[in-house]
């Protein structure tokens, strides 16, 4: 079975600072996929980004980068200049590339994120 | 607009009085899956479905039933609602996967409350 930990239940920012969220996962299978989910107050569950183990390469979206070491079993969330928008709940999360199974999400237990103006 | 609907969004009820959530996605998604978020928990997975008629259990199943008697919907019932019930509630959907990854599309949720 696969798990997540997300060691940072609450941590807060400088508006424009950086961040940085730290998860850890552990796993028997070589090909998996490892995401970040934003959940503001809202609760609308939001794909901030992506990364695929077979990919060395870093994924990045705008802001938004992580640092994947796939050998020691890590994938933290780097949010550059961050915004008062960017204060939500992330959820670091795993799922096997199942080819034809179940796509089943397993979840970190989130952390806070809270930028201060 | 693509999107996946839970109703109702919000539900205070009484033990023991059944009730069904009610999802829908409109993308022609083959895999639906629910999921219930606790504080301190995160997101964990209750029941999936592969496709119509198909479904299954996830890690957390116990009290509730599923069914997937047309694609695009994934009702969520729950029998005999307990206390321990009580949480937030996110249905999600994909199209299987083949070279790509597909995206799991999240419902806005349902927030339910057993008494």
């Known amino acids: 079975a696969q798990t997540v930990t997300q060691s940072q239940p609450e941590m807060s920012v400088q508006e424009a600072e950086t961040v940085t969220l730290s998860c850890t996962y552990d796993?028997?299978?070589?090909?998996?996929?490892l995401f970040w989910y934003k959940q503001p107050p809202s609760r609308q569950m939001i794909l901030v980004i992506r990364?695929?183990?077979?990919?060395?390469q870093n994924a990045t979206e705008n802001r938004f980068s992580v640092n994947f070491q796939k050998a020691a079993k890590s994938f933290s969330l780097k949010i550059s200049d961050s915004q008062l928008g960017d204060t939500a709940m992330y959820f670091c999360?795993?799922?096997?590339?199942?080819?034809?199974?179940?796509?089943?999400?397993?979840f970190g237990k989130g952390t806070l994120l809270t930028v201060n103006p | 607009e693509a999107q996946v609907t839970q109703n109702p969004r919000y539900l205070i009820t009484v033990t023991g009085k059944k009730l069904t959530v009610t999802c829908s996605q409109n993308?022609?998604?083959?895999?639906m899956s629910w999921y219930r978020q606790d504080p301190g928990l995160g997101l964990r997975q209750i029941y999936y479905?592969?496709?119509?008629?198909?479904?299954d259990k996830g890690d957390v199943p116990e009290g509730y039933k599923v069914s997937r008697k047309e694609k695009r919907n994934f009702p969520l019932i729950l029998e005999s609602p307990s206390p321990n019930q009580t949480s937030l509630y996110f249905c999600?959907?994909?199209?299987?996967?083949?070279?790509?990854?597909?995206?799991?599309?999240f419902g806005p949720g349902t927030r339910l409350t057993v008494l």
């Open positions: 999600a959907s994909s199209a299987l996967a083949g070279k790509t990854y597909n995206e799991q599309f």
């Open positions: 796993t028997s299978e070589n090909n998996y996929y």
């Open positions: 990364q695929e183990a077979y990919k060395q």
């Open positions: 999360a795993f799922s096997k590339n199942s080819g034809g199974s179940n796509y089943k999400l397993t």
């Open positions: 993308m022609n998604h083959e895999y």
């Open positions: 479905s592969m496709n119509v008629e198909v479904t």
